[in-house]
């Protein structure tokens, strides 16, 4: 992660995963793959390889990433209102830019970040950040002028499974302690068992009972590193009745063992690992 002036850039290297977040307010965004190649799904949508994301202050976003990947983001501040860029109406849109301005982009990323790591009090100059932040605005303007065709916008449909799936989430953050199944679900968002498995497979590129049993391993996880439970009651507590299929599970989720994790309880120590501890990117909240 890069901050300067008016402009923050990310280049991530990801895993598989599930994320979701909400843009701050006041900054528009550009994402872009770093790599030729495409995964996942952004906001329900299959991100290609030449994909321009663009979103601005208050948007949110539900991504499924399928494989490792690395891409980059920048984010302008304030927001971006006087230069002919789309407008993403408090959401995300999608572009598909032609490869020499994806190039650009990727080009500009890299030569900036290899500046800030070999010459990092150049880009503490006032006048260096400024053309590094104009170099990146121009490379935007070119993409988003050439632009072959934009994604077309969100459904009533679609904008109704995004909000299927984010009462999914705060359903399940606010019960930690109690598995939560998709019958319940159902009745509890007032849809059919149906509806909330199309919502899933468009926004998380899985099917229901993919996504709701990986939602009660990671309540497994945050429960066995609490302690004081073994490994087979935990699991049962969740739901998880076929021990030998819960541990495999377990194990190439987190690439260990349910007894691995449950040590983890009794090691009290100041270095002691906490999940999710890292480095917060504050172009999102």
């Known amino acids: 992660m890069l901050t300067m002036p008016g402009c923050d850039m990310l280049v991530e290297s990801s895993f598989p995963r599930l994320t979701g977040g909400k843009l701050m307010p006041g900054r528009t965004v550009i994402g872009f793959s770093m790599t030729d190649e495409a995964a996942g799904l952004f906001n329900g ?14 948007a949110g976003y539900v991504a499924y990433e399928n494989k490792p990947h690395c891409f980059a983001r920048v984010a302008f501040e304030p927001e971006i209102h006087d230069r002919g860029w789309p ?12 490869r020499p301005a ?12 290899t500046l800030a790591s070999h ?8 006048e260096v950040a400024q053309g590094a932040k104009e170099s990146l605005l121009a490379a935007a303007d070119e993409a988003f002028a050439n632009s072959a065709f934009a994604l077309g916008r969100r459904s009533s449909q679609a904008e109704r499974f995004l909000g299927i799936i984010k009462s999914i989430d705060e359903i399940i953050s606010a019960n930690p302690a109690s598995p939560i199944y998709s019958g319940e679900l159902a009745g509890t968002l007032g849809v059919s068992v149906r509806t909330l498995h199309n919502a899933v497979l468009q926004y998380r590129g899985m099917s229901l009972h993919r996504y709701l ?9 945050q429960r066995l590193l609490i302690g004081n439970i073994s490994v087979k009651a935990c699991a049962l507590a969740y739901g998880f009745w076929h021990l030998s299929d819960f541990s495999r599970s377990y194990r190439t989720l987190f690439g260990e063992l349910p007894s691995q994790t449950l040590a983890l309880a009794h090691w009290t120590g100041p270095d002691a690992p906490r999940d999710g501890a890292g480095p917060a990117s504050h172009w999102a909240r």
Do not use: N, Y
């Not at 407008?87 to 032609?98: E, N, T």
């Not at 010459?119 to 006032?126: E, Y």
């Not at 049993?213 to 996880?221: D, H, P, Y």
């Open 45 to 58: 949508i299959d991100l290609k390889v030449s994909t321009l994301v663009l979103g601005h202050g208050g």
């Open 87 to 98: 407008a993403a109406d408090k959401g995300f849109a999608h572009f598909i830019m032609p």
């Open 102 to 113: 994806h190039d650009r982009l990727r080009c500009l990323v890299m030569e900036i970040m």
């Open 119 to 126: 010459s990092p009090d150049d880009l503490q100059r006032p």
């Open 213 to 221: 049993k990986l939602k009660r391993l990671w309540q497994v996880r």
